[in-house]
């Protein structure tokens, strides 16, 4: 088994050289540490997720803190809906009561902005001012990331962080019925990760800069694109140009320290237009782009985990949609060699051509057609691959169900965790979706994280699987190739197992409207570039 020091080199994203690389590396001024230590808990089902969100909130007192980020915010009874006592305004409301000091910043896209708004005016209502709509994002983006810190003084700090939505449609259990009197929402698929430790700070430094940073208060009439008024904003109608205070503390550095698992904070900042649309080290300047700003960590990492992979690659993904920006990967010779090294599908294609089994879970039906027919084009493309290759390496994707029929129609379990494992040594865990919107635009936080003991990435994909298959219980002594073996027969099988073969489609022509609606809104680009020149270049 290799030492941590060799696992670092392999895994981990190296931060030590001083030219700045347009995708591995921090943006200017970043304070987060190369890398850390602490304790990850996987958390599988936003049921746990939002049970322990509420048990932090209750351990809340008046020395303690807590940062919330969010995409969405909507009032979701924490412990289901005959507990509608612990409806999560209410619990906000009841812990700034007691003295505990609340800040949270919500992401003010424009398809969450009524549901935000509105959870927020009614917790300014109760006297909370360290609350803010946060329009920091380029273009059509959104500031995706979802986590809680919980700063307290008196026992260790936690965080939650994932896929986890504190919203109805993420709280679920394990057994996604089709009638669940405690869900308000869908059956729902959904990883995150309990943390304490040095790690914390990281996070921390992460909130702080962000919520401190100069364009929080943009001077008017300097927005772009649909987010016409930039910054951090106080939810005041009589005052929409108000922000909310700034924090005051300075995390210390998050120093190696212990714990069992090593772990990398990865995010995404895409470059806005102009120099007010993001955030100061996200906006272009003087027109040009390929200045020191934006941040593209979680893309590149996921990159470097494909290429070093060895043995297998699982993804977990509500979309798993290819980059079309940087070559589209059903047809290889598209655009210039050299792009296609930035796309994960063609990244994938080659470690299936060096034996690698790559399997990925998706959501049957995402949100828009026009994410299926670009996930279908990638489909066919690795299907392709694997079929012509020499090697053992192998494709499979399936979906969730969980057995019933409706109408005539299966009930699907929306699979919405962003996750990735490679080779039981690897994991990619927090907000980000493999697609381009999530690697180029949308905001994002993700952690790489490995394991001293080298059970951590074994451990978590064996639950996974033993969740979806039902069947076959991954015992510590099964083998890696027996648990593969078992895992791809439950998807192909076509039986009771809830993971099922996606389908074969047609990659469909597309059309120019098509094409404008995919590469400007549902899965946008905003990566290291040249102002007019959409795709990638060496520097």
């Known amino acids: 088994m290799p030492n941590m020091q060799q696992l670092r080199k392999k895994w981990f994203l190296d931060f030590s050289g001083n030219e700045w690389k347009p995708l591995q590396s921090r943006h200017s001024g970043c304070k987060i540490s190369d890398w850390t230590s602490g304790h990850v808990v996987p958390v599988i089902e936003g049921k746990e997720y939002m049970e322990k969100w509420y048990r932090f909130m209750q351990d809340a007192d008046q020395n303690t803190t807590v940062y919330h980020a969010g995409w969405r915010l909507e009032d979701v009874p924490l412990l289901g809906k005959s507990k509608p006592n612990t409806k999560v305004l209410s619990v906000i409301k009841a812990a700034f009561n007691r003295g505990v000091n609340v800040y949270i910043s919500l992401s003010g896209h424009a398809t969450n902005h009524p549901t935000n708004i509105t959870s927020l005016m009614e917790l300014k209502n109760t006297g909370l001012k360290t609350i803010g709509i946060d329009y920091r994002f380029p273009g059509t983006g959104s500031n995706h990331q979802k986590y809680t810190i919980f700063d307290f003084k008196n026992m260790d700090s936690m965080a939650l962080l994932g896929s986890i939505d504190i919203d109805t449609k993420r709280w679920g259990r394990k057994q996604h019925k089709t009638e669940d009197s405690e869900r308000p929402g869908y059956p729902t698929h959904e990883v995150g990760v309990l943390l304490k430790g040095n790690v914390i700070n990281d996070l921390k430094w992460d909130y702080i800069s962000r919520w401190n940073d100069e364009t929080r208060t943009a001077p008017a009439d300097r927005g772009v694109g649909l987010s016409p008024d930039p910054g951090l904003r106080f939810p005041d109608l009589a005052n929409p140009r108000s922000s909310p205070p700034q924090i005051s503390e300075t995390p210390p550095s998050a120093a190696e320290g212990d714990g069992p698992q090593q772990i990398q904070v990865l995010r995404t900042f895409g470059i806005a237009e102009g120099e007010w649309g993001s955030y100061s080290w996200a906006n272009m300047e003087n027109g040009d782009s390929w200045e020191h700003t934006g941040e593209f960590t979680f893309w590149a990492s996921f990159l470097n985990a494909i290429k070093n992979s060895t043995k297998y690659i699982y993804i977990e993904g509500q979309f798993f949609t290819q980059f079309s920006t940087t070559g589209v990967s ?40 026009a994410i299926l027919d670009e996930r279908n084009k990638g489909i066919a493309y690795l299907r392709k691959v694997a079929k012509e290759s020499q090697s053992r390496g192998d494709f499979s994707i399936a979906y969730l169900h969980n057995g019933d029929v409706v109408n005539g129609s299966e009930v699907t379990i929306y699979v919405h965790s962003k996750l990735a494992i490679f080779d039981d040594e690897f994991v990619l865990v927090g907000t980000g979706n493999v697609n381009q919107r999530s690697m180029t635009t949308d905001g994002e936080i993700h952690l790489g994280i490995l394991d001293k003991r080298g059970e951590f990435a074994k451990d978590f994909r064996k639950s996974l699987w033993k969740e979806h298959d039902q069947d076959h219980n991954y015992h510590s002594n099964y083998s890696l190739e027996e648990d593969i073996r078992h895992f791809k027969f439950a998807i192909n099988s076509e039986e009771i197992w809830r993971v099922r073969r996606y389908p074969d489609k047609e990659p469909p022509d597309t059309w120019y409207f098509h094409d404008l609606w995919e590469g400007f809104i549902v899965d946008p680009f905003h990566g290291p570039s040249k102002a007019d020149a959409p795709y990638i270049r060496e520097r």
């Open 330 to 369: 059903s047809g290889e010779n598209v655009w210039l060699n050299r792009l296609r090294e930035y796309n994960p599908y063609y990244q994938l294609a080659q470690a299936i051509r060096r034996g690698v089994e790559v399997i990925v879970v998706v959501a049957r039906n995402p949100d828009l057609q």
